[in-house]
Structures are given as C-alpha cells and as structure tokens.
C-alpha cells in the first residue's frame, strides 16, 4: 500500500509563493508517476501537473504553465510543487497522486493523499 502525504498549504497573498510536498511510504515511489490536481469548492478536481518516475519529463495545465514546477528527489521519497506568482483561482485543495501512467487524467491514478489546501487572498 502505498501512502503519501501533502504538506505546505497555508495563506497567502496574490503575487506570492509556496512550495508544497508530497511525502510517499519508503520504498514504493520508484514505481509510479506522480500527479498533483486540485479541486475549488464547488469544482471538478483538475489536473495541474505530473511528473515521470525517473524525474526526466513533466506536464503542465495549460492555467500553471510558466509558474508552477513540479520536480522529486528520489532518496528523500518526495515530490514538490513549487507555485510562484500565485492568483486568486490558485485557491484549492490540492492534492498528489501516484500511478502507473504519466497522465493528466484522475483515473489512472491508484492512490491519492488527504490533500492540503492553498488559499490566495488579493
């Protein structure tokens, strides 16, 4: 079973920056791909961005694309979400997800953490 944990959610003001983590059970990441999405209240989950197992090829949503980078450091089992010039629509749980596929779909996706929420005020 594979378990990952977001972190580094919090407020903060238009313009601005945060880096979240995912945190996966040791030993399990090297098989998977990993995904970040979020969902707005109210809102369909959406992808935003994934990442290859290996680290070598990454996708975006066409809405980051240019502010928010995704990357992973293999020894310590984790993957970021670097997230500059930050906007209001920013605002959302945001949550990673590993699978077999390098996907932007939500389905190919076995496992998912409890999400960690980003809130961008003007």
């Known amino acids: 079973q594979v378990q990952l944990v977001e972190s580094g959610g919090g407020l903060v003001q238009a313009g601005g920056s945060l880096r979240l983590s995912c945190e996966f059970s040791?030993?399990?990441?090297?098989?998977?791909?990993v995904g970040w999405f979020r969902q707005a209240p109210g809102k369909e989950r959406e992808f935003v961005a994934v990442?290859?197992?290996?680290?070598?090829?990454?996708a975006y949503a066409d809405p980051v694309k240019g502010r928010f980078t995704i990357s992973r450091e293999q020894d310590r089992n984790t993957v970021y979400l670097e997230m500059n010039s930050l906007k209001i629509e920013d605002t959302a749980a945001y949550y990673c997800?590993?699978?077999?596929?390098?996907?932007?779909?939500?389905?190919?996706?076995?496992?998912w953490g409890q999400g960690t929420q980003v809130t961008v005020s003007s």
């Open positions: 990442i290859s197992r290996s680290g070598s090829r990454t």
């Open positions: 997800a590993a699978g077999p596929d390098f996907s932007r779909l939500r389905a190919p996706y076995d496992y």
């Open positions: 040791v030993g399990t990441d090297i098989r998977y791909h």
